[in-house]
């Protein structure tokens, strides 16, 4: 049974409450593309819109969108592509009784993509960065009960967020060189920051962001794993959504961070690289879900490779493909979808002779995969010719650029042909059961995705003029002019193409040899970068254990030790530092009482520290608080005296209460104990006084005393200053005290019926 | 603890103490006390009377389970905070309201903050009662 097929259709058959309601949820993105398409020509001749409100005003940062035709190019195909997407899953998880569940998720998503594409403020990209990976983290793991969905899940956000860590790192350095966090003066500074001395380290930080966003190298190990989402994830996140992002943020950074060799090259061989180790990856699957899933990794080291470039050819190329992948991706996920869903299995061996029960699907699988394919007359064939053409006119490595390219849309030809003729030619296999053709909302998002594919390349000027022609001058700011067209004429890329035909027809015919060459087992080997994860992660826990142990192993003297040591250690090295200890001392003068007051407090805390008997040392403490309060009262703050004496008369009281259930303090633990305490204890009260009596030293002076003392009586009416202070000016504050007064009950409430429950059994 | 002296005593004692605890909630606008500590007094008067008759008839004394004592209290603050924000002024701002008299010839005066401040004693009285009602649970 494939992972999205078990436990689909517990609740088939039953109505559930709110059902006309979740199939309404194709509308809201319907009616999104529908306004994005209205301002296609606006913003096709130049036109961008920006608007948004202060969010941290202080710290310059704002909630803005920004649109330019860049934007607008990612914002459709996200808002387009998730209709379908959402017309498919309606039909796909049909009856599954967490529908509305994962239409919630889903929109997270769409919404966190669009808030990425169009946000106008690094800060705000990065937010809506963050929830793409949250909601992508909910999507993979949607089938909660399964192992496997829940570790690719976390793998996916784990890594996605690590490389979020930097690029918020980045964003951060970028806004400071900038001097801002808009958009448009972010995307005016480019030579600004390209002088800066923080390039490489904001470039870096960005890629790390961008590359683990896009499973590039060496990131690029949790894509395939996301196969555990539901098909319809797998089509969303593979065509529009999520691994695109990274390709957006370096889009759109080009013009600030682009064209420098740095950039370039690393582009380049990353892109190169991965487009490469995908290739390779893609030949060895079976599964068809997981073969495509290898096949975006090729696209999307492709686009990488070519977003490394500053030449417009290139950057043409990248654009179209970007779009045409966009389109071919997401049906062909569909299509495998549809297939393991009426024959029960997504494993290249086991299917064949789909194509005499399954017609429709079978020639949405031909348009889809001849596009993905790269044949005229689809839009894909133009997308490669493109590619070739910008592939040569790389200026860093044009061979190894086309080289890597060639072999890379050699094996997409294989791939596509072991997705749209392996399932549906050849015999029909009789282990399958019956197979039927799968209901129209299982079928129309692929067809109009597919039909586009084909209308777009007959009418290349659709899509060209007013869409990708303007991302492509919002990257480069360029004059130059792209024409998209079928006919190049006989050139080297169409030489390339042919050569590539050839290689990926010969390697699907040779598929089977080639694979059982391929079958050497990475499972154990030092590069798998899955395993390299999960000893990542073993290790990450093991510190984790260890610090725990260290740190917070439940043992109250333990936890005080350690933070008496730490305040020790800050106080001692703030004066080593500072070099300011008080230096002239002078003796107070005291009355009898005042001393009386101070011997109480002294002799308790003597006794309390010597006591050998718990109910001794608790009252020796109570002595002592005594004595503090006394020197409050003294000292003219009757209000703190008051309350010291009460807290320490409830002290006693629960004291009291809790120590009948005490075990007894065993003796020999605590002697060892002792002189260790004693010398922290010392050592702690030594410092404190010395940096208290510094700060005496230091003349006082405090407008807010003052203010409380003018403001108490005229503005709060009331001569108690700490109580109008605690009710009036600062009344907030006490509020959230007293909600902490509170919340500590309950907890020791719960806590304690927690062990009264245990005890009983 | 079965002390008849301790129990004659309490029965005074908690009177007064509870008296005295709103007394101290009253005057704490211009004199020591307040809300704060006026909200320890009255749980020290029910220590004092769990600690002679016992929690059981502590508890039927107090007869609301302190725990909703707390809760009202924290409510009440809340209100008084957003009463302010109502009439006119910020969250949690003071705000006066003339009962009888005139404006420069003195009168009843009533506020908020004595609203705001009857919250924070219950809330800590029933907290601390709380705690030790549920001590006493252990067993």
Partial sequence: MSATGGGENRNNGRAMPGRQLTSLTPIPPALLTLLLLLQMPDIASGQTFSFGFAWIADLDVYFRFYIDALSLLFALLISGI???????????????????????????????????????????????WEITSIASYLLIGFNNSSAVARRSALQALLVTT??????????????????????????????????????????????????????????????????????????????????KAGIYLLARLHPVLGQTDIWEWTLTCTGAATATVAAVAALRQT?????????????????????????????????????????????????????????????????????????ITFVIALAAALSMAGFPPFLG?????????????????????????????????????????????????????????????????????????????????????????????????????????????????????ILTFGLGIAMYLGLTRLRDWLTWDFSHAPTNADLLWDKFLEKVRLVAALQTDLLQNGVMRHYLTVVFFTISLVLAYAFIRTGQYPLVFEWPRLNLKEWAAILLTIGGALMAGT???????????????VGIALIYLFFGAPDVAITQLLVETLFLVLVAAILPRLPVFSPGRKILFRPRDAAL??????LVTLSILVVLQTPFDSPTSTFFKEAAVPQAHGRNIVNVILVDFRALDTFGEIIVVFTAAIAAVTLLGHRLRRGKQ | MNSLVLQSATRVLVALLLVFSVYMLLRGHNYPGGGFIAGLIAASAFALFAMAWGMEAAQRAL?????????????????SGLLAALSKGAPFSGQWFQLTGHQNTGGIYISNVLIFDIGVYL?????????????????
């Fill in chain 1, 82 to 128: 998730g209709t379908f997407v959402a017309i498919y899953a309606l039909a796909f998880l049909h009856g599954h009784p967490q529908l509305r569940r994962f239409f919630l998720y889903l929109y997270l998503f769409i919404l966190g993509m669009l808030g990425l594409v169009l946000a106008g403020d690094l800060i705000t990209l990065f937010v809506f």
């Fill in chain 1, 162 to 243: 690590l490389g979020g860590l930097c690029l918020l790192t980045g964003l951060v350095l970028l806004g400071s060189v900038v001097g801002s966090y808009e958009m448009t003066q972010v995307l005016a500074s480019g030579e600004a920051v390209r002088a800066s001395s923080l390039y490489f380290a904001i470039l870096m930080l960005l890629l790390i962001g961008a590359f683990s966003k896009s499973a590039q190298l060496p990131f690029h190990f949790w894509l395939p794993n996301a196969m555990a989402a539901p098909t319809p994830v797998s089509a969303y996140l593979h065509s529009a959504t999520m691994v």
């Fill in chain 1, 287 to 359: 599964d068809l879900k997981l073969a495509l899933a290898y096949t975006t990794l090729i696209a999307l080291g492709t686009l990488t490779m070519f977003l490394g470039s500053d030449a417009t050819i290139v950057i043409a190329a990248a654009i179209t493909f970007l779009f045409v992948h966009s389109l071919y991706k997401a049906a062909l996920f569909m299509v495998v979808g549809v297939i393991d869903k009426q024959a029960g299995t997504r494993d290249i061996n086991k299917l064949g002779g789909l194509g005499l029960s399954m017609h």
């Fill in chain 1, 381 to 497: 064939f133009i997308g490669k010719e493109l590619k070739y053409e910008g592939a040569l006119a790389v200026a860093s490595e044009p061979a190894l650029v086309a080289t890597a390219a060639v072999f890379a849309n050699a094996v997409t030809v294989t791939v596509a042909g072991m997705v749209a003729l392996k399932p549906f030619l050849g015999k029909p296999n009789h282990v399958l059961p019956k197979i039927q053709e799968a209901p129209a909302g299982l079928w129309i998002s692929p067809l109009i995705l597919g039909g586009l594919g084909l209308t777009f390349g007959l009418a290349p000027e659709l899509v060209n003029d007013e869409l990708i022609a303007p991302a492509v001058t919002a990257i480069l700011d360029t004059s130059e002019t792209i024409d998209l067209k079928l006919w190049h004429g006989l050139n080297i890329p169409l030489l390339l193409s």
């Fill in chain 1, 611 to 625: 006591a050998r008997k718990p109910l001794i040392a608790i009252c020796a403490l109570g002595a002592l608080g």
């Fill in chain 1, 681 to 686: 204890g010392g050592l702690l009260g030594l």
């Fill in chain 2, 63 to 79: 007869r609301i389970p302190p725990g909703n004592l707390a809760a009202t209290g924290v409510l009440i603050a809340a209100l």
């Fill in chain 2, 123 to 139: 809330a800590v009285f029933g907290s601390v009662l709380t705690l030790i009602f549920a001590l006493e649970e252990v067993k």
